[in-house]
């Protein structure tokens, strides 16, 4: 089982910055696609950006392009999400997880993955 520990969340102006942490465990974290996703209240939730297992690719949706950076750090089994620039739209619970692929159009679990509890996101305006 690939489980995942999100940190890193909290409280900021608008225009504020935060980097989100994700610590993975379990034997199928090295070499996996990895996925930030975020849910607002009231909201579905929604994936914002995947890095491929190398980290050589990623991407993003429009909405955060420009202003959010994925990274990794593979011996440490680390995934991070830079958030700049961020607006009171950015307010949500942050997840991230073990995806099949990084296609930022469809983005699913792998099976043997599981949420986190996830890092809270909040933006004043």
């Known amino acids: 089982q690939a489980s995942v520990a999100e940190s890193g969340g909290g409280l900021v102006q608008t225009g504020g910055s935060l980097r989100l942490s994700c610590a993975g465990s379990?034997?199928?974290?090295?070499?996996?696609?990895m996925a930030w996703f975020r849910q607002a209240p009231g909201k579905e939730r929604e994936g914002i950006s995947c890095?491929?297992?190398?980290?050589?690719?990623?991407d993003y949706v429009d909405s955060v392009k420009g202003r959010f950076t994925i990274s990794r750090d593979n011996p440490k089994q680390m995934v991070y999400l830079d958030m700049n620039d961020l607006k009171p739209e950015d307010t949500a619970m942050y997840y991230c997880?073990?995806?099949?692929?990084?296609?930022?159009?469809?983005?699913?679990?792998?099976?043997?993955?599981?949420w986190g509890q996830g890092t809270q996101v909040t933006v004043s305006s």
């Open positions: 997880a073990v995806i099949y692929q990084c296609n930022i159009k469809k983005m699913t679990l792998r099976p043997d993955s599981s």
């Open positions: 379990g034997r199928t974290y090295n070499g996996s696609a």
């Open positions: 890095i491929t297992g190398s980290g050589g690719f990623a």
